[in-house]
DNA sequence: CGAAGCATTGAAGTGCGTCAACAATCGTGG
DNA sequence: CCACGATTGTTGACGCACTTCAATGCTTCG
């Protein structure tokens, strides 16, 4: 099952079968975990980050008076907390919004990683500053996007991000969030996420039923929603 | 100059005086520069990062409509683009708001410092994690938190960044930025900074005037933020 | 089968945007 | 040093995207 992580590293680079007997390595522990559970809690000291191999993860963060902000999705093959390992803390839950197969990586074996295999070292560095660049174009939606093209934007960065893990459908994918938490993704009500759903099945764009999310017009919602996967650095590289 | 970034590191971790000549070694050049001026324009292939000595950068994602999100304002002390080094392109601009004071990094030997020291190598992993904590708390902000909360975080936010590198004074800062700049840094209108700054104002909780703010009542504007430096990661660590 | 969560719809309210005018300040050249 | 245009800040009137509140049906699952 690690091999979903694996597959995302290739994308970006060539690993010899050492490296890859390291990155293997890294997993201490295989978990099955049901949904909506918080898997890391924010302000706890940790010594473990988490791969995701199955399932929907997401980082919240909350406010005093109960309203929540997603910020950021995780598809399988990423590694949920990577960025843990250095703070040694998170400031946002990690929590599981579907049933997940997650593994679990101590930090000892990362730090062991990264001290014998640079240019490793240098991948998982730019691993967390993909993350970081994927907030930023979230700030971009929340700060100038309307919503509808927001939600246009989520869902064809989770197609693609999918599609380089092989996860996605030619038309689609399984997509089983509740309307509550896609509106915690978009910064919406969930009553104006419910509407701004609706606006974009009328417009023939997309279907979602079944925990199903189907792309009618792939090029129609690319274009509402404004969107270019240069924030996604896909090209590969050599680190 | 460079001692503003040598304040920072030390913000967080001891460092030996071998790592500190290392540090120093690592600018190139420094560089004065008019305000206004696009230093990085997104996409262009890069092997030089820059630090902050002094003044203000920030990092702009532009629409194609010519909306524009301030995604990270720089303070003095900051490595402005160290994810460049990584990345090797930038997903967003990074452009001066005033005059600035830089210092020119050249990439071979950010790689030369994290391949001899680890630990350095780890801090500035950390520095960069921190950079994508600071970008979720504004993504929180621009999703959740009301025009007048997110203004009001902004400038806690600033006040407590200043003063770990001893920029600030006792009840405020010199603030450069027209409400121009501020409005796209929280993703409003400059009519609506406007009337929200006024309404900061009419609190007595700031004031804003001949480019610098003064913080009237840091209780009372931390309160109606929601403030919480947690997201900063201030404490100190080993690395 | 009943309860709880989820999706949907309508009606009414509001925070922020848009448009437009004008005042204040700044920068520059004469 | 003043004149002048350009930028920045301020204000008012109006509109709209999104929120709020509330009700109803639809799933899901113990």
Redesign the interface.
Known sequence: MISVHLKKVRQRTTISSEEEQVIRGLIAETRRVPADKVLIR??TKIDTSIMLLDGWLA?C?D??DG???V??LHVPGDFADL?GF???RL??DLATLSECQIALVPHDRILAL??RF?RL??YY??A??????I??????S????SAISRMAHLFCELMTRLEVVDRADPDGFGFPLTQREIAEC??LTVVHANRTLQALRRRKLIELENRRLTILDRDGLEEIA?FDT??L?LER?S?
Chains 1, 2 share one sequence.
């Open positions: 924010h302000g980082r963060k406010l005093p309203d929540r902000q910020t950021q960025h250095t703070l040694k400031d946002h990264v001290e640079p070292a240098r560095w730019f967390t500053n993909v993350d970081a660049a907030t930023r174009e979230l700030a971009l929340l700060g100038q996007r978009l910064g404004e240069d924030y650095y590289t680190f």
